[in-house]
């Protein structure tokens, strides 16, 4: 029996595994203040239970996150067919002194680990502290265009 949209059993799939444990920024799409849609491409890493990214404390989107939390994100694959795993949650704003440790762990899991290095280097000196962004998926969904399609394509 196939997992159904929305479970969130289907983080545990080893396409929704390979996804989390990807190079690819999540796209990240949550509500401004005056109601219109955002969504920005952001690093993040997978604890096993949480989505979390850290963003500098003056990035204008966590005006938007604290009025209003509720948030998704998508992460997708450019290959054919194409992966892609969706996730809605809430957002929870953490600040944290210096560079968060998940960001750290982003930074080395995108970039070899010499630039990891003088890429967390050059931005201490340029901030002093970020906030964390921790998602708790509450929905997930999977498409693999094989035996996963859009809604649209479904039965």
């Not at 479970?7 to 219109?36: C, E, M, T």
């Not at 604890?47 to 009025?67: D, F, Q, Y």
């Not at 070899?112 to 997930?140: C, F, N």
Request: charged share 20%; with cysteine; glycine share 6%.
């Amino acid at each position: 029996m196939s997992i159904r949209q929305g479970d969130l059993a289907l983080l545990k799939d080893p396409l929704a595994q390979a996804l989390l444990r990807s190079k690819i920024p999540a796209r990240f799409a949550y509500v401004w203040p005056d109601g219109s849609p955002r969504v920005v491409p952001i690093w993040f890493h997978w604890n096993g239970r949480e989505i979390v990214m850290a963003t500098p404390p003056k990035a204008p989107k966590l005006k938007a996150l604290a009025k209003n939390p509720r948030v998704s994100l998508t992460i997708d694959a450019n290959d054919f067919p194409p992966g892609v795993l969706l996730i809605r949650g809430t957002a929870r704003l953490e600040p944290v002194d210096g560079i968060a440790p998940e960001y750290e762990l982003c930074a080395q899991r995108y970039f070899d680990a010499k630039l990891a290095e003088s890429w967390l280097k050059q931005l201490r000196g340029m901030i002093s502290s970020q906030v964390r962004i921790t998602i708790t998926p509450e929905w997930a969904a999977l498409l693999d265009f094989q035996t996963r399609f859009p809604s649209a394509l479904s039965g």
